[in-house]
């Protein structure tokens, strides 16, 4: 293996790196506040006509189908990347039978939700409310 291998595989690794980072961090701050607050939010493209409505919810799943396969071949051992935030971002695409209690449990934790939390507020973004007490206003 020559240098100059290594070298593009660490700028391979950087670049996927920021790019998790970004889609993450995008993904924290344009999530609703009230989220977590009930399913009011899983209506989502109810404006859409339905068989519209039907292919886009095909299209997310299987992004996240793809971003799960691209994230277990990421956490492969010489492989750069980020496989395990590939693997969560694909999960939160996903539609399956308790996913929002899941994910809301993972939120609950305290030091995931403040983390959250500071990164909603460095973009100006209200924090995560889990329950209606939590109003911030």
């Not at 859409?48 to 292919?55: A, E, K, L, S, T």
């Not at 793809?66 to 990421?74: N, S």
């Not at 971002?89 to 995931?112: C, N, Y």
């Amino acid at each position: 293996m020559s240098w100059e291998h290594v070298l593009w595989a660490l700028a391979l690794f950087a670049g996927m790196f920021f790019v998790s980072l970004g889609l993450v961090t995008l993904v924290l701050v344009k999530l609703p506040s009230k989220y977590f607050l009930g399913v009011s939010h899983r209506r989502l493209w109810i404006d859409q006509h339905p068989i519209v409505r039907f292919g886009l919810h095909l299209v997310k799943n299987l992004v996240g189908l793809g971003l799960i396969v691209a994230g277990v071949l990421l956490s492969l051992p010489g492989i750069p990347g980020q496989g395990i935030l590939t693997i969560l971002i694909g999960i939160a695409l996903l539609d399956f039978p308790g996913k929002w209690r899941w994910e809301r449990k993972m939120v609950s934790h305290p030091v995931i939700l403040r983390s959250i939390n500071r990164i909603r507020h460095a973009f100006g973004a209200r924090p995560l409310q889990l329950t209606e007490d939590d109003d911030p206003c």
